[in-house]
């Protein structure tokens, strides 16, 4: 059974970074997707970003050069980098992972992955 457990949320003002992670178990794919998406109060959940086992990444077009996203090679570990945050960043954070799909840029719609966790909040204070 694949388990993901995200951390690393928290309060910050703008400006400020954080970096989540994301600690994945029982997820054996060796072709697949992780990613990160987010979900504000009485919006939908959104697509932030996404890397495949090919080390392709995508960005939502939002994110604009402030967050980065990686992975280490057992795929056990997914951490997004966030810089220069806004009061628009604030959200729960998801980690996500699933299957290799096609086409991979799929990836922002959250039907395409299996497994989730139980996301991380992040506020961002102007």
């Known amino acids: 059974q694949v388990h993901l457990v995200e951390s690393g949320g928290g309060s910050v003002q703008a400006g400020g970074s954080l970096r989540l992670s994301c600690v994945v178990s029982?997820?054996?794919?060796?072709?697949?997707?992780m990613g990160w998406f987010r979900q504000a109060p009485g919006k939908e959940r959104e697509g932030v970003a996404a890397?495949?086992?090919?080390?392709?990444?995508g960005y939502a077009n939002f994110v604009k050069g402030q967050f980065t996203i990686s992975k280490n090679n057992a795929k056990t570990t997914l951490s997004l980098q966030m810089t220069l945050l806004e009061p628009e960043d604030t959200a729960t954070y998801y980690c996500?992972?699933?299957?290799?799909?096609?086409?991979?840029?799929?990836?922002?719609?959250?039907?395409?992955?299996?497994?989730w966790g139980q996301g991380t909040q992040v506020t961002v204070s102007s």
């Open positions: 996500a992972c699933a299957r290799f799909f096609w086409p991979t840029s799929d990836w922002t719609q959250p039907g395409k992955f299996a497994s």
């Open positions: 890397i495949d086992s090919d080390g392709t990444i």
């Open positions: 029982g997820f054996t794919a060796r072709k697949h997707c």
